[in-house]
């Protein structure tokens, strides 16, 4: 059974940085496409940022561009979103997910999430002073 697990959500100022995590279990990670997606209260769920199963390819949101990085480890089963210059508009809860369809095309997965396998709980990020 697909699992997902995210950590690392919390209460941050703006200009600072923080982590999430993806603990995958239950699934073959490397067969799947990963992607962050975050929901703020009263809007629609975005594709902020996937990568493709191998790591080689990346999307990124224009929202969070040059701020944001994904990263994967397949061997310890773990996805990462590093957050850097966190600004109040950010807040939101942060979902982690996977996809075998789009496995290679990570813009795809974070563009169109219907074919999404599993979704985690979510962990809530707030950005505020």
């Known amino acids: 059974q697909l699992q997902l697990v995210e950590s690392g959500g919390g209460l941050v100022q703006p200009g600072e940085s923080q982590r999430l995590s993806c603990a995958a279990s239950?699934?073959?990670?490397?067969?799947?496409?990963i992607g962050w997606f975050r929901q703020a209260p009263g809007k629609e769920r975005e594709g902020v940022s996937c990568?493709?199963?191998?790591?080689?390819?990346?999307y990124y949101a224009d929202s969070v561009k040059g701020r944001f990085t994904i990263s994967r480890d397949n061997v310890k089963g773990m996805v990462y979103l590093q957050m850097n210059s966190l600004q109040p508009e950010d807040t939101a809860v942060y979902y982690c997910?996977?996809?075998?369809?789009?496995?290679?095309?990570?813009?795809?997965?974070?563009?169109?999430?219907?074919?999404?396998?599993?979704w985690g709980q979510g962990t809530l990020v707030t950005v505020s002073s």
């Open positions: 997910a996977a996809d075998s369809r789009f496995f290679a095309v990570p813009g795809l997965m974070c563009t169109t999430p219907d074919t999404v396998d599993a």
């Open positions: 239950g699934f073959t990670l490397a067969r799947y496409a």
């Open positions: 990568i493709s199963n191998g790591g080689g390819s990346t």
